[in-house]
């Protein structure tokens, strides 16, 4: 069996998330109070007591979410599991280095909290927007963006088979939907989201990233971590780079997954809020063994089953 751990990225988050671990194990009470004495304000009582507004904003989220996928990890070190990889989608990223040790937690909270501000700050709120397009293949959404003609728009995130998000500048995305709708789209839907991630109206903020990118110190380490931008384990003398570059370029999943199976992964660990990505995984190969971690009861049943192999 080899197993990899995968770490969820924006959009997983919802409210309560991580109290049932909180109440239950001393660890995750360390974990938070640590996280929101480094952010400065409680990012736990966001987590629990706030608003779904509050935890929205990409400054909160961002934390949030690293937060919990990394506190999820670290039970499942404690209890025993053993990974063999690391890999994140797109904000999972950051957590899949730190638990890989290539960074330490510390440094990774400062980090995603300044990477949701620059990102939050990227364009005019308003001006961009992302879309699932459901239901094509990946060389026709493509071909789609190609053609629109009234502004930006680019693949953004390769989900799955027939599952492709679109991102770029509002009224370009709108243009793409409606023609892929009228190519055979299942569905295109227009995301929730505060900006046109992994699209390059991100690449001039991306200079603000380097700047706190460069003033860490990234570890070796011996677990892999697979990049978004390349679906490739990380080189150590690129990783900043493609950090950097993961901010404007799509987010290359299914071929991270492909990759994966194909060295030999048989077995899936889903790892912070959400089950996104467990359907992902389904989705391109369904021989797969995969379990999503985020509360007492899925942590419980994921040790009983992995902790001895």
């Given at each position: 069996m080899k197993i990899a751990a995968l770490f969820t990225g924006q959009g997983s988050q919802y409210m309560g998330m991580g109290k049932d671990l909180y109440?239950?194990?001393?660890?995750v009470k360390f974990r938070m109070d640590k996280t929101s004495e480094i952010l400065g304000y409680d990012i736990s009582k966001i987590c629990f007591e706030g608003s779904e507004e509050d935890l929205k904003k990409t400054e909160n989220t961002q934390p949030a979410i690293y937060m919990i996928s990394f506190i999820c990890y670290r039970l499942l070190e404690n209890a025993g599991v053993k990974f063999d990889a690391y890999a994140g989608f797109s904000l999972g990223e950051y957590s899949?280095?730190?638990?890989?040790?290539?960074?330490?937690y510390e440094d990774g909270v400062k980090l995603v909290q300044d990477r949701g501000i620059i990102m939050e700050r990227a364009v005019p709120a308003g001006s961009g927007a992302m879309a699932a397009i459901l239901g094509l293949e990946d060389s026709v959404v493509e071909e789609v963006c190609a053609k629109v003609k009234s502004g930006i728009v680019v693949p953004a995130n390769y989900n799955c088979p027939g599952q492709l998000v679109i991102s770029g500048e509002k009224v370009a995305v709108e243009e793409a939907c409606a023609l892929a709708t009228e190519a055979g789209a299942k569905r295109a839907v227009v995301l929730n989201v505060s900006g046109p991630f992994h699209s390059p109206m991100l690449k001039d903020a991306s200079v603000q990233l380097k700047e706190k990118l460069d003033a860490l110190t990234f570890q070796n380490a011996t677990v892999p971590v697979y990049s978004n931008v390349t679906a490739e384990p990380h080189n150590p003398d690129t990783l900043k780079e493609m950090l950097v570059k993961q901010m404007y370029s799509p987010v290359q999943w299914r071929k991270t997954i492909e990759n994966l199976l194909a060295d030999g992964f048989d077995t899936f660990v889903e790892v912070g809020p959400g089950k996104t990505l467990a359907g992902f995984v389904r989705k391109i190969n369904r021989n797969v063994t995969i379990y999503s971690v985020n509360n007492v009861e899925s942590f419980e049943a994921t040790v009983k089953v992995l902790k001895n192999n």
């Amino acid at each position: 069996m080899k197993i990899a751990a995968l770490f969820t990225g924006q959009g997983s988050q919802y409210m309560g998330m991580g109290k049932d671990l909180y109440d239950n194990y001393p660890l995750v009470k360390f974990r938070m109070d640590k996280t929101s004495e480094i952010l400065g304000y409680d990012i736990s009582k966001i987590c629990f007591e706030g608003s779904e507004e509050d935890l929205k904003k990409t400054e909160n989220t961002q934390p949030a979410i690293y937060m919990i996928s990394f506190i999820c990890y670290r039970l499942l070190e404690n209890a025993g599991v053993k990974f063999d990889a690391y890999a994140g989608f797109s904000l999972g990223e950051y957590s899949a280095l730190a638990a890989s040790g290539r960074m330490t937690y510390e440094d990774g909270v400062k980090l995603v909290q300044d990477r949701g501000i620059i990102m939050e700050r990227a364009v005019p709120a308003g001006s961009g927007a992302m879309a699932a397009i459901l239901g094509l293949e990946d060389s026709v959404v493509e071909e789609v963006c190609a053609k629109v003609k009234s502004g930006i728009v680019v693949p953004a995130n390769y989900n799955c088979p027939g599952q492709l998000v679109i991102s770029g500048e509002k009224v370009a995305v709108e243009e793409a939907c409606a023609l892929a709708t009228e190519a055979g789209a299942k569905r295109a839907v227009v995301l929730n989201v505060s900006g046109p991630f992994h699209s390059p109206m991100l690449k001039d903020a991306s200079v603000q990233l380097k700047e706190k990118l460069d003033a860490l110190t990234f570890q070796n380490a011996t677990v892999p971590v697979y990049s978004n931008v390349t679906a490739e384990p990380h080189n150590p003398d690129t990783l900043k780079e493609m950090l950097v570059k993961q901010m404007y370029s799509p987010v290359q999943w299914r071929k991270t997954i492909e990759n994966l199976l194909a060295d030999g992964f048989d077995t899936f660990v889903e790892v912070g809020p959400g089950k996104t990505l467990a359907g992902f995984v389904r989705k391109i190969n369904r021989n797969v063994t995969i379990y999503s971690v985020n509360n007492v009861e899925s942590f419980e049943a994921t040790v009983k089953v992995l902790k001895n192999n």
